[in-house]
């Protein structure tokens, strides 16, 4: 029987099951009780999205409030998980990773190298990526590419409830450093997500629609539009096939590279700004690997080299979106 | 003083070790062998091992770019760290750390550290899973001048302080920030007096005097075993070396250095309190003397003797695994 349930709470879902396997999973960050200290409720927000609700009531002190100190609270989930602990951080917005990007991006992801393989750091940092709140420029960038950069570190974009909860749990038990990124776009959408504990293996993609004419890429939120434009272009007789990569570290380029192999063309769909992004490192590994198959040029559907604007007017032009995709794939036929 | 005769004799040896051992690098670092940044502790020997003596491999520690004596003071194993410094497969670290990485986690060692200021956020985490494991460990984070005055630093001591961690944030106050003085450099008199902002004991101790770091760790570290939380303690002391190896310090004085061996070597001043008081003779000093100078012959020759990695290694240890 389908049991319909939001991405928010697949995620909350994902956090209880591993906090009760496994008493070495903890979880941090600003507000994830709410309440801390305050004179009224404690669990008042369950951080600031609804993520971790309820996780104090059957968790207690293995969830924790940080001040908000992202350099020190990060660190600490860093150093905790290199002394045996399992910690889960979340990070309200990937925005805000300028503020810590050191624990991150010099520690975390590089202990086990630099120690001569002698480290393990099972530290999962959960955050929000992705525009369409009228956010603004500090708290809408889709930053996952600059980590998927750094070697050492594991970069999840789940694109639905379902593969929320199997890729959290995957992150949880997962022996590296894992930057998992929930676009909030997708907070509150809904779908069937089985109550049982199911872990989904990184680096193996979802072939999400299958189809002969024309190979998409796409991430998180841009799954989703991505499969809108397939169902237009289906109607004109188009067939997309669409590949949800999951994880852009370790990225299954095998799959993408068979797809572009059958169809001869791909067009890469990416929220982040155009450079130095998944789509540019998509489309340059397809160049190499598949050459001889392709009809025509890679396309890529991004964001544009700027910030993420404010005014709706702005920002709609700013996310990709299923036109913008449909646009991309005639211009190919 | 609490220390008995074998626990004398063991403060000697740590500190001499790490004298040997810099002043040996120094040399060595001077012919061209040993490649890369190299930043000695040499003249703070009694800092790091004032605190370690206080320790066991179940407490962490977090050290700094100048990592070397907090390694030997941890009980790193030195053959292993010499290697690591010349770049050798058999290193501590199988060569793909060097001199500002040197870690050894089963000694509780979590690693000399290339960024200024990143150890502390990593003793809290440090802190937190033996607050979670409830095996009384402490963790301790040793900072120098320069990470004293990085957010990093601050953040920790708040949050330390915030979830009431059994850690200890030791500021080595070498007077210099690379090339910048600490009396400039930071904005209070004592790195310590910022305690007060953050809830926790400060306590100012001569870094030159071996028994007096002993002494104010030993309360430190016990308050944090038994659940009082943080303290900081703010060493003064001196380096004996430039900022890195191939640094003609130009910003110190003459004879700066040379009146400081005199007047505030930490060997010295132990050497001439434990032989006025009869604690140890001259003779156990000698011993210990000897026996360092062989072990840091030994370390250089089987360093050098060792073979460098192959290419094979480059790409291994990235990760635990990655499909």
Redesign the interface.
């Known amino acids: 029987m389908a049991r319909i349930i939001t991405f928010r709470e697949a995620v909350n879902e994902a956090l209880l099951q591993e906090m009760e396997r496994d008493p070495?999973v903890?979880a941090m960050g600003e507000d994830v009780i709410g309440g801390s200290g305050a004179k009224g409720e404690m669990d008042a927000w369950g951080g600031p999205f609804g993520f971790t609700k309820g996780l104090y009531g059957k968790f207690g002190d293995?969830i924790?409030d940080?001040?908000i100190?992202e350099?020190?609270?990060?660190?600490?989930?860093?150093?905790?998980?290199?002394?045996?602990?399992r910690?889960v951080a979340e990070l309200m917005y990937i925005d805000f990773m300028g503020v810590c990007f050191?624990?991150i991006f010099?520690?975390a992801a590089k202990?086990?190298?630099?120690?001569?393989?002698?480290?393990?750091t099972p530290v999962v940092i959960r955050t929000s990526i992705g525009a369409g709140l009228r956010a603004a420029s500090h708290h809408s960038q889709s930053l996952y590419p600059i980590f998927t950069h750094i070697?050492?570190l594991?970069v999840v974009v789940p694109s639905s409830p379902y593969e929320a909860k199997g890729l959290l749990i995957q992150a949880v038990r997962?022996?590296?450093p894992v930057i998992f990124c929930e676009h909030k776009s997708l907070h509150y959408i809904q779908e069937d997500v089985p109550e049982g504990s199911y872990a989904i293996?990184?680096?193996?993609a979802n072939i999400v629609r299958d189809g002969g004419d024309v190979t998409i890429v796409a991430f998180g939120l841009m799954v989703q539009k991505s499969m809108e434009a397939a169902s237009k272009l289906a109607k004109e007789g188009i067939q997309c096939e669409v590949i949800d990569p999951r994880t852009t570290s370790?990225l299954d380029l095998e799959t993408i590279v068979e797809s572009v192999e059958k169809t001869g063309y791909l067009v890469v769909v990416d929220e982040s700004n155009p450079r130095c992004s998944m789509a540019a490192d998509i489309s340059a590994q397809v160049s190499d690997q598949a050459f001889g198959s392709l009809r025509g040029p890679v396309k890529m559907v991004t964001a544009p080299h700027c910030p993420p604007p404010f005014s709706d007017v702005l920002e709609d032009l700013y996310i990709p979106s299923p036109n913008k995709i449909t646009e991309a794939i005639r211009s190919l036929k | 003083m609490n220390l008995n005769e074998t626990q004398l004799l063991q403060a000697y040896r740590k500190m001499r070790q790490i004298r040997a051992f810099e002043d040996r690098v120094h040399e060595e670092f001077a012919t061209g062998e040993i490649p890369g940044f190299v930043h000695l502790y040499a003249g703070e020997e009694a800092s790091a091992v004032g605190f370690c003596m206080h320790l066991t491999d179940e407490d962490r520690i977090a050290s700094t770019h100048r990592g070397h004596g907090h390694c030997i003071a941890k009980g790193v194993e030195i053959n292993g760290m010499m290697s690591e410094i010349y770049g050798r497969r058999n290193g501590i670290c199988a060569g793909k750390g060097g001199s500002m990485h040197i870690a050894d986690l089963e000694k509780g060692m979590m690693g000399a550290n290339g960024i200024v200021g990143a150890g502390p956020p990593l003793i809290c985490g440090a802190g937190l899973a033996a607050k979670f494991q409830k095996n009384g460990a402490v963790a301790v984070a040793f900072v120098g001048d320069g990470a004293s005055n990085q957010g990093t630093t601050m953040e920790s001591l708040n949050l330390a302080s915030v979830w009431n961690l059994p850690c200890i944030f030791v500021a080595e106050n070498n007077g210099y920030a690379e090339a910048t003085s600490s009396t400039w450099s930071v904005s209070c008199e004592n790195i310590a007096d910022r305690a007060a902002a953050f809830g926790m004991p400060g306590v100012v101790v001569d870094g030159h005097d071996f028994f007096a770091v002993y002494e104010v760790a030993g309360e430190a570290i016990k308050r944090a075993r038994e659940g009082g939380g943080p303290s900081l303690i703010e060493c003064k002391l001196n380096r004996f070396y430039g900022h890195f190896e191939g640094d003609a310090q130009k910003y110190r004085l003459k004879d700066e250095v040379k009146n400081l061996k005199q007047s505030n070597d930490c060997l010295k001043k132990f050497a001439d309190k434990v032989l006025d008081q009869g604690l140890l003779n001259k003779k156990h000093l000698a011993e210990i003397d000897e026996l360092v100078a062989e072990e840091i012959d030994f370390a250089v020759n089987h360093a050098k003797s060792s073979e460098k990695p192959n290419s094979a290694d480059l790409l291994t240890d990235v990760y635990v695994n990655y499909p």
Do not use: H, L, W
């Not at chain 1, 293996?201 to 193996?204: A, L, R, T, V």
């Open positions: 070495k903890i293995r924790m940080t001040p100190t350099s020190a609270f990060i660190g600490a989930a860093v150093g905790a998980a290199v002394c045996g602990m910690p050191d624990q010099n520690q202990f086990k190298y630099m120690f001569g393989g002698k480290a393990e070697p050492g594991k997962d022996n590296d293996p990184f680096g193996e370790p």
